[in-house]
């Protein structure tokens, strides 16, 4: 027959089973919301780096044209110097 120790193993060794079983079923939902949080971070920085594209253009535009102005202004100013 079986001792009481005995019982007493295999009750916990049962329940341990069973707990670690549930933790591992867990762990993977828990893993598999993490994917699906990843996916949805990796669209938004998608999105972020194509808006941040299209801002870069023309704002790099800008800073050219007027660069050239500020160019052309000196030039301008350094004609007017000389014809003095």
Not at 18 to 28: A, D, E, K, P, R
Not at 69 to 82: A, G, H, M, P
Request: charged share 25%; proline share 1%; hydrophobic share 55%.
């Amino acid at each position: 027959m079986i001792d009481t120790v005995q019982a007493v193993l295999l009750v916990v060794i049962v329940l341990l089973t069973v707990l670690l079983f549930v933790l591992g079923v867990q762990i993977f939902f828990i893993l598999k919301e993490f994917k699906k949080t990843v996916e949805r971070t990796n669209r938004i920085l998608d999105v972020a780096e194509s808006i941040t594209e299209a801002v870069v253009e023309p704002v790099s535009f800008i800073s050219t044209l007027l660069l050239g102005v500020k160019t052309i202004s000196k030039f301008l100013k350094s004609t007017k110097e000389n014809k003095k």
